[in-house]
């Protein structure tokens, strides 16, 4: 018993091996990358693709991780999602501006004035009144159910299930309609 123990763990460590050597000789361009090639798949950030085993059964089973930071990343790879890539980042877009017209101004102001000469970038307090300038320009456009659902997941990171999401989808595409002209 120990020792097929060990020769599963064994195993698992040989394979980690194989696939640290692989990602380091992709990442070199010294071998070709043989993952898949889909728009989808493509547009996900793929975190690490391994080989695990069930216990309770001998077939390998291929595991796809990727970085879920916030209820739109959720919602967005979650295998029956209907989000396009184009209401994925309408959201991203949102919740940035949301997370910007939160963030309060500096408390010190730069006395630099190169900075200002040079038409450096939005600052403390421009940055978060441009931030609420998008996200009111943003709110106009939807209507209020549409309103409710996108300010849930993308600015307050809440889950929706996945039946609930017509409205979510329906307002990105607003969004995403209002910035495609800008």
């Not at 064994?10 to 194989?18: G, H, N, P």
């Not at 979650?78 to 396009?84: E, I």
């Not at 456009?141 to 849930?152: E, G, P, S, Y």
Request: glycine share 6%.
């Amino acid at each position: 018993m120990v020792t097929l123990e060990a020769n599963r763990v064994a195993q698992i460590l040989k394979s980690d091996r194989r696939y640290n050597r692989l990602s380091r000789e992709i990442a070199a361009g010294t071998a070709p990358d043989p993952g898949a090639d889909g728009p989808a798949a493509t547009a996900r950030k793929i975190v690490q693709d391994a080989v695990a085993l069930i216990e309770r059964s001998a077939k390998k089973h291929t595991v796809r991780r990727v970085a879920e930071e916030c209820a739109l990343d959720r919602l967005y790879y979650r295998p029956t999602s209907a989000m396009t890539p184009q209401q994925y980042g309408a959201g991203l877009r949102f919740r940035r501006a949301w997370l910007r017209s939160a963030r309060r101004a500096r408390v010190t102001q730069t006395y630099d004035m190169q900075e200002i000469e040079r038409g450096g970038d939005l600052t403390g307090q421009e940055n978060s009144s441009y931030a609420r300038e998008l996200v009111s320009e943003a709110l106009s456009v939807l209507t209020t159910a549409q309103r409710r659902d996108v300010v849930a997941v993308c600015g307050e990171d809440q889950i929706l299930p996945s039946k609930c999401t017509k409205n979510l989808r329906n307002g990105l595409d607003a969004l995403y309609d209002l910035w495609r002209k800008k």
